[in-house]
């Protein structure tokens, strides 16, 4: 799904200002392969391929939790899964 998303930090950024805390992000894309670039490459597509390592880090950078990105199909596609952090409470005065 991120792949059709040319700015996928900036959408990663807006999913997860809009996820409840405790809210989990779900997700599904291909990978940066060789085989993906090619298939890219020969549909003149403007998509941009993740590695799964960037995503990871950007799902970091967002400050989410319970990252697990896990590869399938020899690499080509992946599956992951993050959680917006619940907010802390506020102490009793």
Not at 21 to 48: E, F
């Amino acid at each position: 799904m991120l792949h059709h998303v040319i700015e996928w930090r900036a959408a990663l950024n807006e999913v997860t200002r809009l996820l409840k805390p405790g809210g989990a992000l779900l997700g599904y894309d291909l990978t940066d392969t060789r085989l993906a670039r090619w298939i890219h490459a020969i549909d003149r597509s403007p998509h941009r391929l993740i590695e799964p390592s960037e995503l990871t880090d950007a799902l970091t950078d967002l400050g989410l939790t319970g990252i697990t990105v896990d590869c399938a199909a020899v690499a080509h596609l992946m599956r992951f899964r993050a959680v917006k952090p619940k907010e802390l409470s506020q102490p009793p005065h």
